[in-house]
């Protein structure tokens, strides 16, 4: 049986890889901001049309530090959503502040702008919202309430690179936005992520978060850690990014087909595409609501028949062990999200996915009902 999973990594040719990564074994020069890194820092300030884009190794310590770099009193609240990864939370939390849980809209699954000024108190100081599968959170208000109440604004863009909204990259909202480069993502460099964002001032914080906060070779200035891209990943990055546009494109037709064979279905229900949206076409999620089986069945009946579908994202976070007793856990107090958590499902989804595969993914779930 044709075993296939949520998501594939996007490869490039092996022969292109080594090509990039052969001056390596002349230099023998591997991590530590070397020229790929360099190269690859600048290729991506421009394709994200992004004044300063900062390279990590992974996107959770980007996240973590951009955070870090705001420099908020301990204690202080952020609010955010729950319908996420573990990291967005764990950011939060690692970095000794409150995550307060705003719910999610059931159009795009992103923030609900509306709930957001009645969990804003005087130890409030930061918004986090997720532009979760993709889909951009309503940046115009997300950026007024922040503005009106002097509140930063950090997007987790994680699965959000590529996408543009009326035209405008997803690297340029808010105060800052994270992007993960995983291997599961639309766009990956292995593991990896970067920061982006315009002010100038906080390039050097964010450079020494990453680099033990070395300056030059007697002078070290910030009490920093470790989380510098390799030369092997920015080399990944560089090849992928070559290819990108064509990767977007094969997975929109993946989801076009997904579309064309879904909608219209009682009981399923399909995320909406978002007005003045490009999207990277990240992830597919379905909803089952009152379909002839429920969403845990549904995933049981794919993976008996070796399709890996995934529950992202279930459990929310907000109902994670480790934040059973935090003050503000409880996915009662997120109601669309504890909804949606027990309900949706994401598709396989990956540029090399065939039509015949996605086919065959429907015509289980069609023939469940
Ligand atoms: N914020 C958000 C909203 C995020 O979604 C994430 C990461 C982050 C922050 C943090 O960014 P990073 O620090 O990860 O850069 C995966 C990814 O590990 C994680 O990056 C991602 N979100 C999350 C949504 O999904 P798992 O535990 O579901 O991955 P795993 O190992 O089960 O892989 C899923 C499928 O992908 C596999 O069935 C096959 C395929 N795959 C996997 C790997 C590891 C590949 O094709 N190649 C691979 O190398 O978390």
Redesign the pocket.
């Known amino acids: 049986m044709n075993q296939i999973?949520?998501?594939?990594?996007s490869m490039p040719d092996f022969d292109e890889y080594c090509e990039e990564i052969k001056k390596m074994w002349d230099t023998h020069w591997l991590t530590n901001m070397g020229e790929e890194h360099r190269k690859f820092q600048s290729d991506l300030e421009e394709f994200l049309d992004c004044r300063h884009v900062v390279l990590y190794t992974?996107?959770?310590?980007?996240?973590e530090n951009i955070i870090a770099a705001m420099q908020f009193e301990p204690g202080s609240e952020v609010i955010t959503t729950p319908f996420?990864?573990a990291?967005?939370t764990h950011?939060i939390v690692r970095n000794g502040l409150v995550p307060i849980f705003c719910d999610i809209n059931d159009r795009d699954y992103t923030i609900d702008v509306d709930k957001i000024e009645s969990l804003i108190t005087d130890r409030t100081v930061a918004i986090l919202p997720?532009h979760?599968y993709g889909n951009i959170c309503d940046v115009e208000r997300i950026r007024a309430i922040a503005d009106a109440h002097g509140l930063k604004v950090i997007y987790?863009a994680?699965?959000a690179f590529a996408v543009k909204y009326h035209g405008v990259s997803t690297a340029n909202f808010g105060d800052a936005s994270?992007f993960?480069?995983?291997?599961?993502?639309v766009f990956n460099t292995?593991?990896?992520?970067a920061v982006c964002f315009s002010n100038d001032e906080l390039v050097s914080t964010m450079n020494d978060m990453k680099n033990f906060g070395i300056r030059g070779p007697e002078s070290v200035v910030f009490v920093g850690g470790n989380a510098k891209m390799s030369e092997f990943q920015a080399a990944m990055g560089i090849c992928n990014l070559r290819h990108l546009e064509e990767e977007i494109a094969k997975r929109k037709k993946v989801v076009e087909r997904y579309r064309d064979r879904l909608t219209g279905i009682k009981g399923l229900k399909l995320c909406a595409e978002q007005a003045g949206v490009e999207s990277n076409y990240a992830y597919f999620p379905v909803v089952f609501d009152g379909y002839g089986m429920n969403r845990d069945e549904v995933f049981d009946r794919l993976a008996e028949n070796g399709i890996?579908a995934?529950k992202?994202?279930y459990p929310l976070t907000n109902s994670f062990e480790c934040y059973r007793d935090y003050p503000t856990a409880g996915s009662g107090k997120t109601p669309v999200a504890a909804y949606l958590a027990d309900r949706v499902l994401t598709l396989p989804l990956?540029a090399d996915l065939a039509l015949e595969d996605v086919d065959r993914i429907c015509d289980i779930i069609i023939k469940i009902k």
């Not at 999973?5 to 990594?9: D, G, I």
């Not at 993960?180 to 993502?185: I, L």
């Not at 292995?190 to 992520?193: D, K, N, Q, T």
């Open positions: 999973l949520v998501s594939r990594s992974n996107g959770h310590l980007a996240l996420t990864f990291s967005t950011a997720v979760v987790d994680a699965h994270m993960s480069f995983h291997a599961t993502k292995i593991e990896g992520g890996g995934r992202y994202f990956y």
